[in-house]
């Protein structure tokens, strides 16, 4: 929804190029270039990767720091810890779980339940798994996911509402891993990576899209502001040229 929001505001909807994965980034004199999955390339004076725990700009900014400055990036950085996975999902509204929010603690696990739009109902199940999993983030099938809903199926979101419940009005769902990291450094010459991509954190907050807003805005602020403060003549904002090493 907020995406969309987004999207509606920006005066020119044609800078926006959707399917465009990211297969190699390339520095080049004076700015940067990427390539993407369908053999385009595009030049930029930075590049912002954007793109998650699994950032493809990441894996491309450690490879070219590897080359060009050996030990720039720790090696301890590459192994991502995974210690918790989450089911979560949207059900139909229900009689027994009234507009409200409802956390629930059990023993490895905890739920966080709360009602949305048309009183649809978003809930996520938190689990600890047995081994703390390191490196490659694990991925999981529906099987999987069928196989921890059973386990927990008897747990009660209320006196009256128990999971299984919930799940059966689930109109959708998913089971993903839940890795935590704060990566040491994020950026590297003409190239910077934010949110997920450099720090990932817990979904229980509920606030990754917040956190990744404010992360794009805050370099473009802090330039602006010191240039104020200076009481500089000029009117122009920053430009990505403001960032040049």
């Given at each position: 929804?907020?995406?969309?929001?987004?999207?509606?505001?920006?005066p020119?909807?044609?800078?926006v190029?959707?399917?465009?994965?990211?297969?190699?980034?390339?520095?080049?004199?004076?700015?940067?270039?990427?390539?993407?999955?369908?053999?385009?390339?595009?030049?930029?004076?930075?590049?912002?990767?954007?793109?998650?725990?699994?950032?493809?700009?990441r894996?491309?900014?450690?490879?070219?720091?590897?080359?060009?400055?050996?030990g720039?990036?720790?090696?301890?950085?590459?192994?991502?810890?995974?210690e918790?996975?989450?089911?979560?999902?949207?059900?139909?509204?229900?009689?027994?779980?009234?507009?409200?929010?409802?956390n629930?603690?059990?023993?490895?696990?905890?739920?966080?339940?709360?009602?949305?739009?048309?009183?649809?109902?978003y809930?996520?199940?938190?689990?600890?798994?047995?081994?703390?999993?390191?490196?490659?983030?694990?991925?999981?099938?529906?099987?999987?996911?069928?196989?921890?809903?059973?386990?927990?199926?008897?747990?009660?979101?209320?006196?009256?509402?128990?999971?299984?419940?919930?799940?059966?009005?689930?109109?959708?769902?998913?089971?993903?891993?839940?890795?935590?990291?704060?990566?040491?450094?994020?950026?590297?010459?003409?190239?910077?990576?934010?949110?997920?991509?450099?720090h990932?954190?817990s979904?229980?907050?509920?606030?990754?899209?917040?956190?990744?807003i404010?992360?794009?805005?805050?370099?473009?602020?802090?330039?602006?502001?010191?240039?104020?403060?200076?009481?500089?003549?000029?009117?122009?904002?920053?430009?990505?040229?403001?960032?040049?090493?």
């Amino acid at each position: 929804m907020i995406i969309q929001v987004l999207y509606d505001k920006l005066p020119d909807k044609s800078k926006v190029l959707t399917n465009k994965g990211v297969t190699e980034v390339r520095q080049s004199t004076g700015g940067v270039e990427v390539v993407t999955a369908d053999g385009e390339t595009y030049h930029g004076d930075i590049l912002v990767g954007a793109d998650g725990i699994h950032s493809t700009v990441r894996e491309e900014m450690w490879r070219l720091a590897d080359q060009e400055t050996p030990g720039y990036f720790p090696v301890s950085d590459r192994s991502i810890p995974t210690e918790y996975c989450c089911i979560f999902g949207i059900s139909r509204p229900s009689e027994k779980f009234p507009c409200s929010t409802q956390n629930v603690q059990g023993r490895n696990n905890s739920y966080l339940v709360l009602t949305g739009p048309d009183h649809r109902i978003y809930w996520f199940l938190f689990k600890k798994l047995p081994v703390t999993a390191y490196g490659k983030i694990p991925r999981y099938t529906k099987d999987q996911e069928d196989a921890l809903v059973a386990e927990h199926a008897s747990d009660h979101i209320t006196d009256t509402l128990t999971f299984g419940e919930l799940y059966a009005l689930r109109k959708t769902s998913t089971l993903q891993a839940l890795p935590e990291v704060v990566f040491s450094k994020w950026h590297y010459n003409r190239i910077i990576t934010i949110g997920d991509a450099a720090h990932k954190v817990s979904l229980a907050g509920l606030r990754g899209i917040t956190k990744l807003i404010r992360l794009v805005v805050q370099p473009y602020q802090r330039p602006w502001r010191k240039q104020r403060n200076r009481r500089c003549r000029s009117s122009r904002r920053p430009t990505p040229r403001s960032f040049q090493p």
